[in-house]
């Protein structure tokens, strides 16, 4: 259908749902397609009680804890929320948005939201079509369940969500997609839905973060010997049932080499963040970091191209804690490069992955 029929086509449809309505029938909102962005979460304070309330929606959730219920039931519960929200508290509490009383998590993701709305607002001024940008966080507020409902409220009934994840994981991308099914399963009249796959390979990621590290490269006050580019690390156990995550990163750590002119030696792959006694993708962030700085390497800089938005696992454990393990054990030089966050850079590539995925719903 021509992109002009196809308006017409759209103009029809609204004018049809509002004439057509029988008496005391509710008021319609005109027809519109929505766009879900959906980040991990991020706690509502950083006193005990709301760090609890976060971390056990987080490490109750089966997709991100495969172990056995009941032994994980005990451990969280008797153990783990009694220990771990004082602490977490703690490093939230250092990277805290305290102007707007808010992890920067929220605030980055809330920015990413409006920029986009913005450019697609502007992108359709022409058409008639109406696209509405929301955002959601998976654990913590705003729920995804309540945004969807509310794009539905203005007239949505089509949605893409868009897991901010450019890699895909079991315990990140497809809880996104369980708890949206899960909203639609009490809902009487579903949108269509669509979910846009991860972009570890895109272009436009690619390029995106290939000039933000060269970038940030050119900010620091020395040339680094190794960079590191670390991701959010996975138990091994995932990666041998299948979960492609472990692939998705080397391919987006190969991509970067080639762009940037880096070899494996240069650009390296690590995990962080690893949590309890199994063993996780290798390498670890840390033990690197300490081997790398004991091993006679005295400037290092991190990455993080798994995250679109800096976090506490950014801000505080790699340029903190793993600043300081690299200072510590015999570096002299660190730099942490900032994520791609709202830059420019960084809403080219959603709105790259947004454009294409919403193509034969949107004329953009």
């Keep these: ?72 039931w005990l451990v969280l519960n008797l153990i ?64 995804i369940e309540a945004r969807v409902l509310a794009l539905q409220e203005q007239g949505c009934d089509r949605i893409l969500v868009v897991p901010l994840y ?17 909203a639609l399963a009490k809902m009487r009249w579903q949108p269509a839905l669509r979910v846009a796959p991860p972009w570890h390979d895109d272009p436009a990621y690619i390029d995106a973060l290939a000039r933000s590290i060269e970038q940030g490269l050119s900010k620091l006050d020395f040339a680094p010997d190794v960079i590191l580019a670390s991701f959010h690390g996975v138990p091994k156990d995932y990666h041998e049932k299948g979960d492609p995550y472990y692939c998705h990163c080397a391919k987006t750590t190969r991509l970067l080499r080639d762009r940037l002119g880096m070899d494996e030696q240069k650009l ?48 505080e454990e790699i340029g903190v804690e793993n600043r300081h393990l690299f200072l510590d054990s015999g570096g002299e030089k660190f730099g942490r490069i900032d994520c791609l966050n709202d830059s420019g850079g960084g809403i080219d590539v959603i709105e790259a992955v947004v454009r294409r995925e919403l193509k034969g719903w949107v004329d953009l």
């Design 166 to 182: 450019p890699q895909y994981s079991a315990a990140t991308t497809a809880t996104v997609g369980d708890k949206t099914f899960e």
């Design 268 to 315: 390296r792959m690590t995990f962080q963040s690893r949590f309890g006694p199994a063993e996780w993708l290798r390498p670890y962030t840390d033990e690197s970091v300490k081997t790398l700085a004991q091993g006679g390497v005295k400037k290092i800089a991190i990455v993080t191209p798994g995250f679109v938005a800096d976090c506490l696992e950014t801000i």
């Design 80 to 143: 783990i929320l009694s220990t771990r929200p004082a602490r977490k508290g703690r490093d939230y509490a250092s990277i805290w948005n305290r102007a707007r009383d808010e992890g920067p998590l929220k605030t980055i993701t809330r920015s990413q939201s409006e920029q986009l709305a913005a450019r697609l607002k502007l992108a359709l001024e022409k058409s008639g079509e109406r696209v509405v940008v929301d955002w959601a966080m998976r654990y913590g507020l705003p729920s």
């Design 1 to 72: 259908m021509a992109p002009g029929r196809f308006r017409h086509y759209v103009r029809a449809m609204n004018e049809t749902a509002t004439t057509c309505r029988p008496a005391g029938h509710p008021r319609l909102a005109s027809r519109a397609t929505g766009v879900l962005l959906v980040n991990l979460g991020t706690p509502e304070g950083t006193d005990y009680w709301s760090m609890r309330r976060y971390l056990k929606e987080f490490l109750s959730d089966r997709r991100v804890i495969e172990t056995s219920r009941l032994i994980w």
